[in-house]
């Protein structure tokens, strides 16, 4: 039993790691506003929760934002890095809970497609009622800024609402298909070192 649960936290801590170098490697999107930046810190934490169950891959959201506010600190007052801890999590724990229940190739494919959209609603919700009203709020980065950059991208942002409905909505969607489908992709081959 000891020796599971030591196996079990050292996954953790390695794909927590992972997860967060790869939090390192992020770029904005032609098709986004600016400050909507891609990483790929989710895989290791998907891989975290279809190896070894949803808490783990909770688990490792929380530990890369922790360890990205340890050594970087917060340009957000914390509140991005609670926005990618909440979003990530619904991703991984939906996508890990699902999973876990048919370990089939065909269950993995409908658990990342419900993590997706799970992740996407829980995106557009917390940044309508919360996180970028805290962003107005604490950093005084105004939501007419935001809706005003989405707007030179798409004619269609003319308000809070629109800019959640064609910004948020559409950046989460694309960035959880895109890990997905790596994750899809990658999970077999390493399965065993995972497994081990």
Same mark, same amino acid.
């Given at each position: 039993?000891?020796?599971?649960?030591?196996?079990?936290?050292?996954?953790?801590?390695?794909?927590?790691?992972?997860? %967060?170098?790869?939090?390192?490697?992020?770029?904005?999107?032609?098709?986004?506003?600016?400050?909507?930046?891609?990483?790929?810190?989710?895989?290791?934490?998907?891989?975290?929760?279809?190896?070894?169950?949803?808490?783990?891959?909770?688990?490792?959201?929380?530990?890369?934002?922790?360890?990205?506010?340890?050594?970087?600190?917060?340009?957000?007052?914390?509140?991005?890095?609670?926005?990618?801890?909440?979003?990530?999590?619904?991703?991984?724990?939906?996508?890990?809970?699902?999973?876990?229940?048919?370990?089939?190739?065909?269950?993995?494919?409908?658990?990342?497609?419900?993590?997706?959209?799970?992740?996407?609603?829980?995106?557009?919700?917390?940044?309508?009622?919360?996180?970028?009203?805290?962003?107005?709020?604490?950093?005084?980065?105004?939501?007419?800024?935001?809706?005003?950059?989405?707007?030179?991208?798409?004619?269609?942002?003319?308000? %809070?609402?629109?800019?959640?409905?064609?910004?948020?909505?559409? %950046?989460?969607?694309?960035?959880?298909?895109?890990?997905?489908?790596?994750?899809?992709?990658?999970?077999?081959?390493?399965?065993?070192?995972?497994?081990?």
């Amino acid at each position: 039993m000891k020796k599971r649960t030591l196996s079990t936290l050292i996954k953790v801590s390695v794909l927590s790691a992972m997860a %967060f170098i790869l939090m390192f490697l992020e770029f904005p999107l032609p098709i986004f506003p600016s400050f909507l930046k891609l990483d790929f810190s989710d895989i290791p934490a998907l891989l975290g929760a279809f190896a070894m169950g949803p808490i783990a891959g909770i688990l490792i959201e929380f530990l890369k934002n922790l360890l990205n506010i340890v050594v970087q600190g917060s340009q957000t007052g914390f509140i991005g890095e609670l926005a990618n801890f909440v979003v990530g999590a619904a991703f991984v724990g939906t996508a890990g809970s699902m999973y876990r229940h048919s370990k089939t190739r065909k269950n993995a494919l409908i658990s990342m497609i419900a993590g997706v959209l799970v992740m996407s609603t829980i995106a557009s919700l917390t940044n309508y009622f919360i996180f970028l009203p805290l962003y107005e709020t604490v950093l005084h980065f105004p939501i007419s800024a935001m809706v005003e950059a989405g707007a030179k991208i798409f004619k269609g942002i003319t308000d %809070f609402n629109s800019f959640v409905a064609y910004s948020i909505l559409p %950046f989460n969607l694309f960035k959880g298909a895109l890990v997905a489908i790596i994750t899809f992709l990658a999970y077999k081959r390493l399965s065993p070192i995972l497994h081990k």
